[in-house]
Structure formats: C-alpha cells, structure tokens
C-alpha cells in the first residue's frame, strides 16, 4: 500500500510539473482513438489521449465538432520504448470552443 501510494504520489508530481501548452486550432477528426486539428499556419497536430470528462462535454467522435475552431490545452509526455527510443505522447487536458 504504501508502494502504491509513493507511485501515485510521483506520478502526480510529474504531472503537475509538466508545461501546459495551449494552441488555436480547427477540429479535424479522430482516427485510431487520436484527435487532429490544424493550426492557423497549416500544420495539423495530432493528440493521442484525451481527458475522459472532456470527451464528456464535446463528442468528438460525432462530426458535430468538425471544421470548429477550439483552444486546446495539452502537455506532452516523453515515453521510453524497449529500444530506448522516445515517443512524444500529447494529451488534451483542457478544451474550449471558440465559435
């Protein structure tokens, strides 16, 4: 128990210590569970996880929210693979719609 808690409580920490990014962007879709938008320069950006009560408020999975112009809040996490190559996971932690 107290394993689990020092695991929590690290996991909580980097998580509190990670830069939270914002951006402008217009909602392109999802495909393979990950969510694209683009920026006002072009370039689109895609999120691979998402926060359970956000997909609560917007349905992204509906094109309801196509072609929407949103701010998104995201971080990006830093993962080892077994080659001990880093993968860049980003995460929308916080959305709002513009328009």
């Known amino acids: 128990m ?3 808690l020092i695991t929590l409580g690290f996991a909580l920490a980097s998580l509190i210590n990670q830069d939270v990014e914002k951006m402008v ?5 999802t ?24 997909l609560e408020k917007f349905d992204l999975t509906s094109e309801a ?5 949103f701010e998104i809040s995201y971080i990006t996490e830093i993962i080892s693979d077994d080659d ?9 932690v916080n959305l709002k719609l513009l328009d």
Do not use: A, H, P, V
């Not at 929210?65 to 112009?69: L, T």
């Open 84 to 92: 001990e190559e880093e993968i860049y996971i980003s995460k929308i």
């Open 25 to 29: 962007g217009t909602y392109d879709g």
């Open 65 to 69: 929210f196509m072609g929407r112009n």
């Open 2 to 4: 107290k394993t689990l």
């Open 31 to 54: 495909d393979n569970g990950s969510f694209f938008f683009t920026d006002d320069e072009g370039d689109t950006l895609e999120f691979e996880q998402i926060e359970e009560e956000i």
